[in-house]
């Protein structure tokens, strides 16, 4: 990770805790369906390339998602 990186990572997440310290309710911030939507959406899309890679399958798994 290079340094513009890292200092935008930091400043990102100081940006949210602070803004979350400032309203002082932590539960504007949670959002559970939300949080299931983005994680499943996640491991959903980085799950497939990983088996595939494991397995040996990685062209068949790609060919039969975007074909």
Known sequence: MD?????GVISGMGMVFGAILYEGN???FINV???MIV????L???LPPIVG?????NKTISCVVFM
């Open 44 to 46: 959903s899309v980085n």
């Open 39 to 42: 994680m499943g959406g996640t």
């Open 3 to 7: 340094f513009g990186s890292l200092i």
């Open 33 to 35: 369906p939300g949080m």
């Open 53 to 57: 890679q494991k397995t040996g399958e």
């Open 26 to 28: 932590l539960e504007q």
